[in-house]
């Protein structure tokens, strides 16, 4: 099967409101030798406030990004053909899972696009963070790695590039992806079989039937720049997420095993605890309990112990069917609390529900009509969401095409979200102006006349953003 590893650079860290301006791919075969690969840079998005200190990371100007001919709606068309050309694969990113496919998806969501490409139609998706820290724990020896100020080992890639003598432009998304390639290489030489269990994590199907099909099994996780570690037996699954719910079996379940509904509950929710979720479709770091022997964190007379407690547990239905209503209950109450509170369409993708038949329909025809008929397909999304979103990319392509009223309803959201003083999720112009000021003091007492000019090219920027949407406040 074919890989395809990816990185992007963004203007920020939220990932529902920051934007895609830098992306990066290469599809490799199964000996991860280079098939193709794709590259580009976009301009920013007409109304968003980039962060400044994200530009300075990752060395994007200002003056660059806002006069690319390139938008971010064509970019985005652009990755999902480069994907769809080259699927099957497994995905690869590092530390992808948990932020740049994050900020892939809600792309992907707010240009009107499919979401889940890289776990669909025989694609499965991967994370080369989980399987260096795997490889780390199972063989130290497998991977070199570098010592942080707290004493632990740095996963950070620019760090680990550094400690096996690897090339890298940091904070560059080919620079990044050709740097995760290289350290996937060390990994499937020197310690295969990590690499192998790691390839069959990559899809909930597989790590369903990995569950099923091992009376327990070992857990890693890193948290808190530690390796923790459990040996578990799949119990049943989420109500309502679908998450693999496991216990924990280096504690005694007798005590718990005949608790009635009320204490169970309250147990649940108290130390050690006892039961685990597997986030299947995350790529876990799963093992078989012979990669526990080869490490010596199970004894024998331990392993003779875990298969007793497993056959009292799978033996006791009505302990599982407890668990089962105690999760749904819990699940209830934080809807509740939800329910309370505004959802906005860029935060909605897994709030709001799927889209319908007739507005897939309709998303698909609107990328293949031209931008004169791209309106009166946007009129007709029976989600408002989807409506919107149409709206806003005709706002940002071709504004023309947009009725003067729907313009300036836009045109307003955004001046009221950018120039507001409230502590909101997206970046705003207050906060990008505080953001330079403490990053000039910083620069100023360093003498760095680049990265001042670097704030002060971004710094006029803000200034003619903030003279456009200023008296649209009053439309």
Known sequence: M????YDLETTGKDKDWSQIIQFAAIVVDENLEVLDSYESKCRL?????PEPEALLVNNNKISELSSLNFSHYDLIKKIKSKFKSWSPAIFFGFNSIQFDEEILRKSFFKSLFDVYIT????NKRGDLLNVVRSASFFNEESIKTLTNNKGKKSFRLEDLTKANNMEHYAHDAMGDVLATIELAKIIKEKVPEVWEQSLSNCHKNEVENFLFENDFFLNFEYNFGRANFNFLTYICSHPKYKYPQCYDVSIDPKDLLN????DLKKRIREKPTFLKSIQHNKHPSIFKISYAKSLKLLTEIDEKLYYERVSLIKQNVEFKERIKLILNEQFEEKEEIKSQVDVLAEESLYKGGFPSYKDK???KKFHEVSWEEKFNISDQFEDERFKYFAYKILYEEAPEMLPKLVFNNIHKTIANQILTLEDVNWFTLPKA?????DLREKFKHENDEEKLKFLSEINDFLEKMQTIYEPATNL
């Open 433 to 437: 102006y505080k953001q330079i000021d």
């Open 259 to 262: 608790l009635n509904y009320t």
């Open 361 to 363: 329909l309709l998303m």
């Open 45 to 49: 998005k007409t109304g968003l406030v």
């Open 2 to 5: 074919k890989y395809i590893f």
């Open 119 to 122: 776990q669909l139609e025989g």
